[in-house]
């Protein structure tokens, strides 16, 4: 009698597993879109302090140049987003059509010139905000600004450094 009892008990158990497995699987396949965890963005603060940091440890930067700097940096912030937004939304539409069989060349074409004028733009600003940065920097500053940047944005070479300028 113990050995059917067990038996149905050890039945259960795996039934009860199995049908758990197969709730866990539906959960997560419903939660992969939209309604997916995200992180919490960083807070201002502390995207500030970090920065701070940054600037005072890399570039020896005072007070005063890292409070233009941050006041830059912020100003960016605020012009870059409906910039980004309007990159967004003209891809996703673009994207979109790409499985239309009855959009035309033209209309994907003109989303991607408005993504393409939109992507300038924001080239041209965050290439405003790297001069601005650069303004603020005395010449052994500027040295030292130009390791950051060629750390963050230079070919990666062997020796480390550039490889010699062509003649």
Known sequence: MDFIKAKMFTSFIIA???IMNVITIYLLWEGRGEN??????????EDA????????RELDFNETQIKEYLDSR?????????IEEKIRKSKIEMFSMAFDPN????ISDSLLAIVLKNQEEKERITYSH?????SLCNDEQIKKLNKVMFKLFGPE???????????
């Open 49 to 56: 302090r970090r920065i701070h940091e940054l600037l005072k």
């Open 103 to 106: 959009t035309s060349k033209q």
């Open 74 to 82: 912020r100003d960016l912030k605020e012009k870059l987003f409906p």
């Open 16 to 18: 009860l597993l199995v």
């Open 130 to 134: 790297l001069s601005f940065l650069k």
């Open 157 to 167: 070479h062997p020796n480390g450094h550039p490889p010699p300028p062509r003649e």
């Open 36 to 45: 997916r965890i995200q992180l919490p963005p960083k807070s201002e603060m």
